[in-house]
């Protein structure tokens, strides 16, 4: 887990230090609480974290997925051709 990277990774020298891995087991705590909460990180290139509902979000996605007018489901290795194509093209 990357905040637990962190927080090994840390070092507490300062007052603000240690109020800061006060907040990291803090959210610890509370994530491992609570595993429906799906945190993404950087979003868009910002300096962004965003806290979701993981039921809400996989049943929304497969949602906005499963319309086969928008979407179609292709091969394992087509996706990994594209893939291939699109980075080589950069």
């Known amino acids: 887990m990357i905040l637990e990277k962190f927080y090994k990774e840390f070092p507490i020298n300062k007052p603000n230090d240690k109020l800061i891995c ?3 087991n803090i959210i610890k705590t509370f994530l491992k609480k609570h595993p429906e909460i799906l ?3 950087t979003i ?3 300096n962004v974290t965003v806290a979701l509902n993981k039921d809400n979000s996989i049943s929304r996605m497969e949602e906005v ?3 086969k007018d928008t979407y179609e489901k292709i091969d394992r290795f087509y996706q990994k051709l594209i893939f291939l194509l699109t980075f080589l093209a950069c």
């Open 65 to 67: 997925f499963s319309n």
């Open 22 to 24: 006060n907040w990291l």
């Open 44 to 46: 868009d290139k910002e």
């Open 39 to 41: 945190v993404i990180m």
